[in-house]
C-alpha cells in the first residue's frame, strides 16, 4: 500500500513512520511508533534504536480501546475498533469503471 506525501509522490507504507499516543497506567502520554495496524491489532515500537520495546495492543471485549503489557506495565490506545477500520480505509470500496 502507498501513502502519498505531500509532494505527490508515493512512498511505501513500511518506509513511514506512524506515532500514536498511549496512555501508561500512571497516567503518562507516550508518543510510540506503530509497526503495524491492523483491526484486530497493532503492534507498536517503544522507544528508538536497540533499546526499543515492542508490543501488540489488541481490542478490548467492549471494542472501545486497544490494551497491551509492556515490561509489566499496561499501555491503553484510546481508539476505538471502528475508528481504526476508518484510518485503515477498511469497509470502502473501491470500483473501477465499467466499460461497455
Known sequence: ??????????????????????????????????????PQAIWIAIGEGIHNVKCK???????????GSVMGREVVY????DEVKKDLGHGRVERKPVRR
Open 57 to 67: 495492543l489488541v481490542p478490548t471485549p467492549a471494542g472501545r480501546a486497544y490494551v
Open 1 to 38: 500500500m502507498l501513502k502519498i506525501d505531500s509532494t505527490g509522490k508515493g512512498i511505501p507504507r513500511s518506509m513511514t513512520n506512524e506515532k500514536i499516543t498511549v496512555q501508561s497506567e500512571s497516567g503518562k502520554s507516550l508518543e510510540v511508533v506503530v509497526t503495524e495496524k491492523t
Open 78 to 81: 484510546e481508539r476505538s475498533v
